[in-house]
């Protein structure tokens, strides 16, 4: 399997992880995925991904409150906030 096919595989994992887990996070754990799904973003995009700033990670991470009762709009900001930062 390609490096960037294992590196999508796991991020996948790791927000379906996130997303699952994410009412019992503390906030911190919640900066330490979206750390980790940046890494494995980088990973899987290659060299032409650029990952967000710190000012926009802190604005995802800010409104994570407001998914609460929707995962699937929590995947699509974090898809928003790579897809912006390429």
């Known amino acids: 399997m390609s490096e960037r096919m294992r590196a999508t595989r796991q991020m996948m994992r790791s927000i379906d992880q996130w997303v699952a887990d994410r009412e019992n996070m503390a906030m911190e754990d919640h900066a330490g995925m979206l750390a980790q799904v940046t890494e494995q973003a980088a990973a899987a995009y290659g060299e032409g991904f650029a990952p967000p700033d710190a000012a926009r990670c802190q604005a995802f991470l800010d409104q994570l409150t ?10 699509i900001q974090l898809s928003g ?3 912006q930062a390429q």
């Open 66 to 75: 407001q998914f609460s009762g929707d995962p699937a709009q929590m995947v």
């Open 81 to 83: 906030l790579f897809k």
